[in-house]
């Protein structure tokens, strides 16, 4: 069995301080995190209290130990590591996990995967120490885990990378996000549905409006059930396919300042602005449509920069 050398668990907000109480007590130096109400750190061991949620994120080699001889008797009351069976039967019934990234990322592609577990797999990628990709800020860390979801036995997973030429041809056609994403999702299901044709379910993040997924669906005459729920992540299926569909972006993200000769910055804010006016100056706006999602704001900033 490989040691758990990760683990995240949510806490209640009355818990944050309790926690804070507690790594003081045990002689844990404090840190501040970005999104985190506080980090801290003993030896080779460290804590993260986010925000979000919260959510209490474990790192290192004494992980499991932490959990089962602070957090568990300590914050949550009950033994949980070990018996997610107890606590989440439903996440080891055979089921499909969907999950996209680069929705935000104004270069580079949207990426949706999709990933099939069952008992025993799940089982596996709990101790491969699988969790989201947003909590996993080390592109190295994201590749391991993907070659460590890929070598599962059990795992069936569907990687569709849209990239950004093809993005704006149909965010054109659709003309809206949500059912450009829906259609993604869709054909990631269908991709699984036809390798696993017996399984039953799907599960993704819950869509703003649940039946655009549905339609989706119907559309490509898939029949399963579909569920939708807000913290999908939470799930071990759609965790593995938040780190597939992250590590195919990162991918794309690294060939792409290759061929182009320049670093496309993550997300949308001030750098990808700086990254997209050296684009422009180096290669024109007529290639812009091959590494950015047009219909964001920042083509405006950016085309309006140049009239300037």
């Known amino acids: 069995m490989v040691a758990l050398t990760t683990y ?17 007590r045990d002689g844990f130096e404090f840190l501040e995190k970005p999104h985190a109400h506080y980090g801290a750190r003993k030896g080779k061991l460290n804590i993260t209290v986010y925000e979000k949620g ?3 994120l474990i ?27 107890v606590h989440n039967p439903e996440m080891f019934q055979p089921h499909f996990g969907i999950d996209e ?33 947003k909590r996993v800020s080390s592109s190295d860390r994201i590749r391991v885990l993907a070659g ?9 997973e569907s990687v569709v990378l849209i990239g950004p030429e093809r993005y704006n041809d149909l965010y054109a056609r659709f003309a809206n996000l949500n059912e450009l994403l829906a259609w993604g999702h869709a054909k990631a299901i269908e991709e699984l549905s036809g390798r696993v044709p017996d399984c039953p379910r799907a599960l993704s993040d819950q869509f703003a409006n649940p039946r ?28 593995a396919a938040s780190i597939l569909a992250r590590e195919a972006f990162v991918r794309w993200m690294a060939r792409a300042a290759e061929q182009w000769e320049i670093s496309l910055a993550l997300g949308a804010g001030p750098p990808v602005l700086e990254a997209g006016r050296m684009f422009l100056e180096r290669h024109g706006a007529q290639e ?3 590494v950015a999602k047009i219909h964001f704001k920042t083509t405006n900033q950016l085309t309006n920069d140049r009239m300037e």
């Open 288 to 290: 812009l449509c091959k």
């Open 59 to 85: 790192q290192g080699k004494e992980t499991e130990d932490f959990v089962k001889f602070t957090l568990e008797p300590e914050i949550l009351g009950e033994a949980r590591l070990g018996y997610e069976e």
């Open 148 to 156: 460590e979801i890929r070598k599962t036995r059990g795992v069936v």
């Open 101 to 133: 990234s680069g929705k935000g990322d104004y270069f580079g592609p949207l990426v949706i995967a999709g990933v099939y577990t069952d008992a025993a797999s799940t089982r596996a990628l709990i101790e491969a120490g699988v969790m989201d990709s």
């Open 212 to 239: 655009v997924l549905q339609r989706a669906l119907e559309r490509k005459e898939v029949d399963l059930e579909l569920q939708q729920r807000t913290k999908g992540e939470s799930d071990v299926a759609v965790a």
């Open 8 to 24: 995240t668990q949510e806490i209640g907000e009355e818990d944050v301080e309790k926690l804070r109480g507690i790594l003081d």
């Open 54 to 56: 919260p959510k209490v």
